[in-house]
C-alpha cells in the first residue's frame, strides 16, 4: 500500500520558524515573504545569530531558544549547518522543514557529498518531513504564504486552479510569472532534491487540495515510479488533468544502451510510454505546459472532465497568410484540419459574401470588418461538430476592428466547448492583447507554439485507467535468470521454453546428421560452414540457398565442403542446418528496464537497419494483450504489415510472440534488455531468428 | 541573361496616384499613410468619383482627368475595376502599379478567374510593372513611405538593416511589428499573388539598396526558381543574409508523388536543398525567421559576414533547471553544447567559488550576486574558442541583480564576435527586458524559440558559391525519352547504356539456353520461373537460391521445372536467368523533377521500407560529384555503409552510378520521376537491381 505525506499543515502551518533571517540578500527576500507578502497569523519565530533585531522584530540566536514546539522550519544557511540546524529543528518536534541551500550531491565535490550523506542519515533518523534540499520552497498563491526565498513572489499572486510542482528553483519563478499572462495558480512547490518527499507527494497534495483543478509538472527525475503513477492514479480519477515537462537526464538514464532496442527507445521513450499509459500529457516546453494545463481547465468552464470531440483543428482569422502558416506549423505536429461541416458553411454564407471561399483556414478578409461577421463566424465555427479546437488568429492591428476581434473571441470562448486559442502573432501589445489576456484567453505567441500546445492538448484523451493488472500469462514461469548475456542459442532456447515460436536449427558433422537435421526441423533448410576465419559469409559458397530436397542437401553439402576445402585447405567443418525462414519482412521485439519507469516493452520495424529506421512502440509493462495490439497499431511495421498484406497469420504470430516477451519481462525483473531481432514474418506465420537477453541485477531491486 | 526590373523609382517615386483614396476603411488607411505618416515632397493625386475633397484635399474623378504623367498608380477598387484602372494608369505612362484588391485567380470563382486572366493580358500589353494584385503594399521604413493600406505603419517605424518581403499581407504586419521588440527595417514588399514582379525582383532591390544589410522572406510561391536563384547568388556576393520561411504548399507540389522517392523527398526537401545550395537560411516560424537576421546581422557589428566559429553554443544563467531546459531543447534541435576550455574555467575560478561546477549549461547561482561575475563569466564564455553562440538565460526577476544581469549582456555582446541571445523565459516584462530589447539584444521567449533559432543560425554556413556549373557527364547523351513509364527491363537498358552498372538478366525457354546465359552473365546466377499466376514466388519453389555452378545450374532447372508442374499442371516455362547480387546493404537513387525547384537528386537507404526509413539526402541539379558526394555523406545511408565496411569499392560504385543519373536528370527535363530501387551494395561492387522512369512533359517546360 503505497502512502503519502499529508502536506496540507505545510502549506498552512501553525507556527514558522526561519532559521537564516537576515535584512540583505536571499535573507532579506525569504523574511520579507514571510512577515511582509504573507498572510499569516500564527507565530513567526526568526532564527539567526547574527543580529538581535530583523525588520524591527526581535530574533532567536537559535532554534533552541524558541519556547515550546516548532511546526514548519524554513533553513535558509550554508551547506554545512544544514545536519545540524535540522537536528535541531527535530528536536524541537518540527513536523515539515524546508531546506533552501544547494551544493549537496549535485555539485559533487567532496564536502558536498559527504553532507549530502549525512542529511540522509538526519532526516532518516527522525520524524520531520523535509522539502529539498536545494529547494527555493513552497507556497501558497490563494492564501497567500510565500515560504520562499523568491523576490517576486509579491508580484505573481494571481490566485487560480493549477498547482505547480517543479524541481528548479528558477523554473518554479518562471512559470509562476505566467500569472502576467493571465494563468492562476493555487500553490507551489519546487521539490529541490527530494531527499525525502518527492514529486508524488506533491501531486497527491494537489489531487486533495479542492481548489486545484489541474496539475503543471516540471521535473528532472522521479525517485519512485510506483508511487509517481499511484498519484497519477489519483489525479486522474479526481478528474484533474495533469501536464509534464521531463527536463535532462538523470544518472542513470545516460548509461549508454547496450542493444539497439535501447538505442531506439531512446532516452524519452520510458517516460512518455509511462505518461501516457497513467494519462500524463507530456509536452516540450515550459510555456506549452502552462497553456495545456490552462486550456484543458478553461474549457470546461469550471466543470470536470474534458476530452476533445474531434482530434481536428479549426483556424479562423482575416489574413490568409498567417493562417496558412499556423496551418504548416499544425501539419508538422501532426494536427490536422476540420473539414467543416456543409451547414456550418450555409450559416457563414448568410452573412458572408457570396465569393469568400469557406475553407479551414477560414480567410475573413474585408469581411471580417462588418459588425458581427468575425464574432458570428467563430461561433459558428466553435460549434461544428467536427472541430476540436479553435484557433483565432491575431496578426496585426487593425484599428478599431482588433477590439472587435478579440470581443468576439472572448465572448465565443465563454460559451465553447472547445478550447478558444488566441494566436498574437507578432510583438505589438496593446488593449486588445491586454483584454484576451484579462478574460483568461492565454494568448500564444507563434504559430509553433500554437502548433505545439495543441497537438498536446489533442492528444491527451484522458480516457479512464487502461487495465495493467491482468497480463497474458499462461505459460510455465522460468526460473531466474543468472548475471551476464545470453546468447543466441541458449537464449532460443529460453523463448523456446516460454511458447515463442523461434527457428529451429542443429550443428551436424555429417552428411548422415544433416539429412537427420533437416528431416528433424523440415524443409526447406539453409547449410552454413562455420568457418571462424570467415567473417562475412557471403561470397564465400559458405552458405547454401534454399534447400528444399534430400537431393538438393546432397548438393548443397558437397558444395559447402569444396568451399570450405578452397578457403581454408582444411577438409570437412562443422555445418549448422538451420530452418529456412524465407521472410517478407522483419520485425524486431525489445525488452529494457528502465532505471525510472521499470520494463517497456517495444517493438517496431526490424532487421538490421532497426536504428535507421527507429521505429518503436514503446509500452510499460505489464501490459494486456490489447494494450501490446494497439501499441502495435501506431507503428510503422503496422503500416508494412498491412502493405505486405501480412495481416492475418503473420501478424498473429508477431504478436503471440509480443505477449510471451512481455510476460517474460514482467516476471524477469532482473533482465535489463532482451533483443528478439529479426522476428522474420512469412506468408503463413512470425519466427524470431536471433535473440541476446542482457541480465543485471539493480544494486536497489529486490524483486 | 537574367533581368530584374529595377525598383527604386517605386520605392521613390516622382508622383503618387492613388486610385481609389477615400474617408473611411481601407481606403482612409491608405490615404492617410501616404498624406500623414509619409515624408513625401512630390506630387499626390487622389483620384475617386465620390467626394470632390479627401482629407480636405481636391481630388481627381478619374485617372485621364489629372494633369501630364503619372509615375506610381495605388489602386485600391473592387476586383471588377481593376483591369480598367490599370488601363488607364498606363495610358498616363505609369512606370509602377501597386494593386492592392484580392479575388482574382486565388478565389477560384468564375469572375475571379475572367478577371485574373484579363489583368494578365493588361500587364502584359503594357510597360507598366506590377506589385500584386492582393498586395497590402509596399514602403520604405527609411523614408518613410507608406504606400500600404496597413493601418499600424506609423507605429512600426523602426529603422533598421532588414529588408522583408512577404507575400501575405497579413504577415507582412505581423513582421514588422517586430519593431517593438528592436528588429528593425529598411523597407517592405507584400508581394500578393505575383502576375508581374515577383520575389526575385523584390530581393535583387535589397541586393542593391545600400541601407540593406539582410532579407526576411516570408513567401508561399516562388513563380521562377532560376531568377530567385540568381537573386540569391547577387545577395550572397554582397555578402547580405537571406533567411526564408516557405509557407503553404504550391497546388504543383501537392500533386500526390507517385514515386517512392517523391514520398521520401517530400513537399519541403526540394525548397531546403535549392535554399541551402544557394546560402539561403530556412526557417520554420516567422519568430525565427526575424531573429535569424536579426542575430546574423548584430554580431557583424556593421560589419559584413559572419560564420559561426564552431557549430556549439554556450549557456550561461543562474538557474540550472532552466539552463537544462534549453540544453533539452538545443539537442532536440541538433545543436550540440560546447565543452568549455580549461583556460576559461582557469580564469573563472579565479572570481567564483572552488565548488561550483563550471559546466556548460553554467549554473552561476548564487554567485551571480557578486558584483561582476555575471559579466565577466559571460565575457569569458563569449571568448571561449569552441564556443559559437551565447545564450544567456533569464528566467525570473531576482530583484536589482536582474538588471546587472541585463546590463551584463549587453556589454557582452557589444564587443563579441559569437551571437549573444538573451532568452527571456517568462512573462514578465518589466525595464530588464526593455534594456535588452532597446539595446537591440532581441530576447527569445521560449526554450523551444531559442533552439530553432540557434538551429537555423548554426547552420547557416553562407560559405562561397558551390560550382554548379560542370556536372559530371562523361557519356554519350541519350535522345529524348518518350511520355510515359519505362519499366525495369528497358529503364534498366536506358541506365546501361549511360554506363551504370546494373544487374544483368537474360529470359531462356531451354537448359542449353540458361547455362548460355549463365555463362553469358558470370556465376553466381538465380532462376526465377516466370509464372504470372503466382503472385509471391516465394514458397513455391520457382526461385532457385544462388546457382554457383554448372552443375547447380541443371539441379535448379530441374527443381524448377518441378515446381512449376506442380503449380500449374503445365510443362516447361520461361525462366529468368539473372545474376545473383548477394548484397550487404540495399540503397537508392532518385530524380523528381519539383514544379517550383526543377530536377532534383536524392539518394538514402533504399530497399523495400524506404518510405519507412525515410532517409533522403536532396540536392538541386546539376551537381558536381563532389556535391553529390557531400549529400551522400550527410545521409543514414553513408552512416550505414561505414558500419558494414562498405566505404571502398562498394561506395565509390554507388557514387558512379549516383553522377550518373544526376548527368541523366540534368540532361533530360522531361522525366518526372526516377526510382532505381535497390541499389544492391556488394562486399565489392554497387549494382541497380530494379529501376523505374517516368516521363511527363510540362506544360510551359521549354527544355
Known amino acids: 500500500m503505497i502512502e503519502f505525506a499529508d502536506l496540507r499543515e505545510l502549506i498552512a502551518p501553525r507556527s514558522i520558524t526561519l532559521i537564516g533571517a537576515g535584512e540583505t540578500g536571499l535573507g532579506a527576500w525569504l523574511t520579507r515573504n514571510v512577515l511582509e507578502h504573507s498572510t499569516f497569523a500564527g507565530p513567526i519565530h526568526?532564527?539567526?545569530?547574527?543580529?538581535?533585531?530583523?525588520?524591527?522584530?526581535?530574533?532567536?540566536?537559535?532554534?533552541?531558544?524558541?519556547?515550546?514546539?516548532?511546526?514548519?522550519?524554513?533553513?535558509?544557511?550554508?551547506?554545512?549547518?544544514?545536519?545540524?540546524?535540522?537536528?535541531?529543528?527535530?528536536?524541537?518536534?518540527?513536523?515539515?522543514?524546508?531546506?533552501?541551500?544547494?551544493?549537496?550531491?549535485?555539485?559533487?565535490?567532496?564536502?558536498?557529498?559527504?553532507l549530502d550523506r549525512e542529511l540522509r542519515e538526519v532526516i532518516a533518523a527522525g520524524s520531520t518531513r523535509v522539502v529539498g534540499p536545494n529547494s527555493p520552497g513552497v507556497g501558497s498563491i490563494l492564501a497567500p504564504l510565500g515560504l520562499t526565498i523568491q523576490p517576486g513572489f509579491k508580484d505573481e499572486l494571481s490566485p487560480g486552479p493549477i498547482g505547480l510542482i517543479a524541481q528548479s528553483g528558477g523554473v518554479t519563478r518562471a512559470v509562476l510569472q505566467d500569472s502576467h499572462r493571465g494563468v492562476g495558480f493555487?500553490?507551489?512547490?519546487?521539490?529541490?532534491?527530494?531527499?525525502?518527499?518527492?514529486?508524488?507527494?506533491?501531486?497527491?497534495?494537489?489531487?486533495?487540495?479542492?481548489?486545484?483543478?489541474?496539475?503543471?509538472?516540471?521535473?528532472?527525475?522521479?525517485?519512485?515510479?510506483?508511487?509517481?503513477?499511484?498519484?497519477?492514479?489519483?489525479?486522474?480519477?479526481?478528474?484533474?488533468?495533469?501536464?509534464?515537462?521531463k527536463t535532462g537526464t538523470s544518472?542513470?538514464?545516460?548509461?549508454?544502451?547496450?542493444?539497439?532496442?535501447?538505442?531506439?527507445?531512446?532516452?524519452?521513450?520510458?517516460?512518455?510510454?509511462?505518461?501516457?499509459?497513467?494519462?500524463?500529457?507530456?509536452?516540450?516546453?515550459?510555456?506549452?505546459?502552462?497553456?495545456?494545463?490552462?486550456?484543458?481547465?478553461?474549457?470546461?468552464?469550471?466543470?470536470?472532465g474534458w476530452t476533445p470531440r474531434s482530434r481536428e483543428v479549426a483556424i479562423v482569422g482575416m489574413s490568409g497568410g498567417s493562417g496558412v502558416l499556423v496551418a504548416d506549423a499544425l501539419a508538422t505536429n501532426g494536427v490536422g484540419l476540420a473539414e467543416l461541416d456543409p451547414s456550418t458553411k450555409d450559416r457563414m454564407r448568410l452573412f458572408l459574401p457570396p465569393t469568400l471561399p469557406l475553407s479551414n483556414p477560414l480567410d475573413l478578409a474585408d469581411a471580417s470588418f462588418r459588425e458581427n461577421a468575425f464574432e458570428d463566424s467563430l461561433r459558428l465555427v466553435a460549434q461544428d461538430p467536427g472541430v476540436g479546437a479553435l484557433l483565432v488568429i491575431f496578426?496585426?492591428?487593425?484599428?478599431?476592428?482588433?477590439?472587435?476581434?478579440?470581443?468576439?473571441?472572448?465572448?465565443?470562448?465563454?460559451?465553447?466547448?472547445?478550447?478558444?486559442?488566441?494566436?498574437?502573432?507578432?510583438?505589438?501589445?496593446?488593449p486588445e492583447l491586454d483584454v484576451l489576456v484579462q478574460a483568461g484567453l492565454l494568448p500564444v505567441r507563434s504559430a509553433t507554439e500554437a502548433a505545439a500546445t495543441v497537438q498536446s492538448l489533442m492528444a491527451d484523451a484522458a480516457g479512464p485507467p487502461t487495465a495493467t493488472t491482468s497480463p497474458v500469462n499462461e505459460m510455465i514461469s522460468t526460473p531466474r535468470l543468472p548475471d551476464g548475456t545470453i546468447l543466441e542459442d541458449r537464449a532460443k532456447q529460453l523463448l523456446d521454453a516460454r511458447g515463442v515460436r523461434v527457428s529451429r536449427e542443429l550443428v551436424v558433422d555429417?552428411?548422415?546428421?544433416?539429412?537427420?537435421?533437416?528431416?528433424?526441423?523440415?524443409?526447406?533448410?539453409?547449410?552454413?560452414?562455420?568457418?571462424?576465419?570467415?567473417?562475412?559469409?557471403?561470397?564465400?559458397?559458405?552458405?547454401?540457398?534454399?534447400?528444399?530436397?534430400?537431393?538438393?542437401?546432397?548438393?548443397?553439402?558437397?558444395?559447402?565442403?569444396?568451399?570450405?576445402?578452397?578457403?581454408?585447405g582444411r577438409d570437412g567443418c562443422p555445418v549448422l542446418v538451420a530452418e529456412f525462414v524465407e521472410g517478407?519482412?522483419?520485425?524486431?521485439?525489445?525488452?529494457?528496464?528502465?532505471?525510472?519507469?521499470?520494463?517497456?516493452?517495444?517493438?517496431?520495424?526490424?532487421?538490421?537497419?532497426?536504428?535507421?529506421?527507429?521505429?518503436?512502440?514503446?509500452?510499460?509493462?505489464?501490459?494486456?494483450?490489447?494494450?501490446?495490439?494497439n501499441a502495435l497499431t501506431a507503428s510503422k511495421l503496422a503500416r508494412a504489415i498491412e502493405r505486405s498484406q501480412l495481416h492475418g497469420a503473420p501478424r498473429a504470430g508477431l504478436l503471440d510472440i509480443a505477449v510471451r516477451i512481455a510476460a517474460l519481462g514482467a516476471e524477469h525483473p532482473e533482465i535489463s534488455e532482451l533483443d528478439v531481432n529479426p522476428v522474420i514474418l512469412t506468408r503463413v506465420a512470425a519466427v524470431a531468428v536471433d535473440a541476446l537477453i542482457t541480465v543485471e541485477r539493480c544494486g536497489t531491486d529486490s524483486g
Open 186 to 245: 493555487s500553490a507551489f512547490f519546487a521539490t529541490g532534491n527530494q531527499m525525502d518527499l518527492d514529486v508524488a507527494d506533491y501531486l497527491n497534495y494537489f489531487v486533495q487540495d479542492a481548489a486545484t483543478k489541474g496539475v503543471a509538472l516540471a521535473i528532472e527525475s522521479v525517485p519512485s515510479s510506483d508511487r509517481f503513477v499511484e498519484a497519477a492514479e489519483r489525479a486522474r480519477a479526481a478528474g484533474k488533468p495533469v501536464v509534464m515537462l
Open 395 to 430: 496578426n496585426a492591428w487593425y484599428e478599431n476592428n482588433s477590439m472587435r476581434y478579440a470581443k468576439a473571441a472572448i465572448a465565443v470562448a465563454a460559451e465553447a466547448d472547445v478550447p478558444v486559442i488566441p494566436v498574437w502573432m507578432s510583438a505589438r501589445g496593446g
Open 584 to 629: 517478407e519482412l522483419e520485425a524486431y521485439i525489445g525488452l529494457k528496464r528502465d532505471p525510472e519507469w521499470g520494463m517497456i516493452l517495444s517493438l517496431g520495424l526490424g532487421g538490421r537497419w532497426i536504428e535507421e529506421i527507429a521505429d518503436a512502440a514503446v509500452l510499460p509493462l505489464p501490459a494486456t494483450a490489447e494494450a501490446i495490439e
Open 251 to 304: 544518472e542513470a538514464g545516460r548509461k549508454a544502451a547496450s542493444s539497439h532496442t535501447g538505442a531506439v527507445v531512446g532516452e524519452q521513450g520510458a517516460m512518455r510510454a509511462v505518461a501516457a499509459q497513467h494519462g500524463i500529457s507530456v509536452v516540450d516546453d515550459l510555456i506549452h505546459l502552462v497553456n495545456v494545463v490552462h486550456y484543458r481547465l478553461a474549457v470546461t468552464h469550471g466543470n470536470q
Open 510 to 568: 555429417t552428411l548422415e546428421a544433416a539429412k537427420a537435421a533437416a528431416d528433424a526441423i523440415g524443409y526447406p533448410v539453409i547449410l552454413k560452414g562455420l568457418d571462424d576465419s570467415a567473417t562475412h559469409r557471403a561470397g564465400t559458397g559458405l552458405v547454401s540457398g534454399a534447400v528444399r530436397t534430400a537431393k538438393q542437401l546432397v548438393d548443397a553439402w558437397n558444395g559447402i565442403a569444396d568451399a570450405f576445402r578452397t578457403h581454408t
Open 46 to 114: 526568526l532564527v539567526t545569530d547574527r543580529r538581535p533585531e530583523v525588520f524591527g522584530r526581535p530574533t532567536f540566536p537559535s532554534v533552541a531558544d524558541i519556547d515550546g514546539e516548532i511546526d514548519v522550519a524554513l533553513i535558509l544557511l550554508p551547506r554545512g549547518l544544514v545536519p545540524q540546524a535540522l537536528r535541531d529543528a527535530q528536536a524541537k518536534g518540527a513536523r515539515f522543514a524546508v531546506i533552501m541551500a544547494g551544493g549537496f550531491g549535485e555539485f559533487g565535490d567532496e564536502e558536498g557529498i559527504a
